[in-house]
């Protein structure tokens, strides 16, 4: 359950740096990203950063 608390906030709050430019500093995210193994790391920012950049693209469409 805290894997997914910590995959909704950080992809909340890279929405939040696309969306509004307010900038996290890294460390928020190297605390939030902890996982057990490098292949688990990598799915974790991979798929973070692709709905965070697919919902970006998607308000934006919306809006415009």
């Given at each position: 359950?805290?894997?997914?608390?910590?995959?909704?906030?950080?992809?909340?709050?890279?929405?939040?740096?696309?969306?509004?430019?307010?900038?996290?500093?890294?460390?928020?995210?190297?605390?939030?990203?902890?996982?057990?193994?490098?292949?688990?790391?990598?799915?974790?920012v991979s798929m973070a950063g692709i709905i965070?950049?697919?919902?970006?693209?998607?308000?934006?469409?919306?809006?415009?």
């Amino acid at each position: 359950m805290s894997k997914l608390k910590n995959f909704s906030l950080v992809v909340v709050n890279l929405i939040a740096d696309l969306w509004f430019g307010i900038v996290r500093k890294p460390e928020f995210y190297d605390k939030h990203t902890v996982t057990r193994t490098k292949k688990g790391y990598v799915l974790f920012v991979s798929m973070a950063g692709i709905i965070a950049v697919g919902s970006a693209f998607w308000l934006c469409s919306r809006i415009y």
